[in-house]
């Protein structure tokens, strides 16, 4: 998709709400096709909103909206974490998006800023997210904003059907 020539002055970070749950969910649906990772995506609105506004939330999310239009542009998609070495809470950064034609604006920084800040202002030991080892202009802008990319670890992962194997004695 091509960047927008329209001027974009009106846009602004807030907490995503209950009703953003349809846009976010598009726009994971655009990140999952930009990772070529379509096929495991599962969500949907309904889920979304559930574990997002529901009586226990597993995450929470920042979102860029574009005043001018009333559209959401990018997302911010996080969790709590803690560490054991720190004995302090974090945040785990599971998607940073930008919709492609209003990125290098300088929105996806802001999103960025917006949750480190959040980090800090909960007194958060550190921040962290993993990224694609193709997607250089991610790792570009981690680099530049300071972060550290630990090539010493592995994400280690386990799916659901998995987990049941394990739990079975069949793993």
């Given at each position: 998709m091509k960047k927008s020539s329209e001027p974009l002055h009106d846009w602004h970070i807030r907490p995503a709400q209950p009703s953003d749950a349809g846009p976010i969910c598009r726009m994971i649906a655009e990140l999952a096709?930009?990772?070529?990772?379509?096929?495991?995506?599962?969500?949907?609105?309904?889920?979304?909103a559930s574990h997002l506004f529901g009586a226990t939330p597993?995450?929470?999310?920042?979102v860029a909206e574009n005043r001018t239009r009333d559209v959401l542009i990018?997302?911010?998609?996080?969790?709590?974490?803690?560490?054991?070495f720190l004995g302090r809470p974090g945040l785990w950064l599971?998607?940073?998006?930008?919709?492609?034609?209003?990125?290098?604006?300088?929105?996806?920084?802001a999103l960025l800023t917006a949750y480190i800040k959040l980090a800090q202002d909960r007194g958060c030991g550190r921040c962290e997210w993993s990224v694609l080892d193709w997607?250089?202009?991610?790792?570009?802008?981690?680099?530049?904003?300071?972060?550290e990319i630990l090539s010493e670890w592995r994400i280690v992962r386990m799916d659901s059907e998995g987990m049941g194997r394990y739990l079975e004695g069949k793993s």
């Open positions: 096709e930009f990772e070529h990772l379509t096929h495991l995506m599962e969500v949907t609105p309904e889920t979304l597993a995450a929470e999310a920042l990018g997302y911010a998609l996080f969790f709590p974490t803690f560490s054991t599971e998607d940073l998006y930008i919709s492609p034609e209003y990125r290098a604006r300088g929105i996806g920084r997607n250089k202009t991610a790792m570009a802008l981690y680099r530049a904003s300071g972060a």
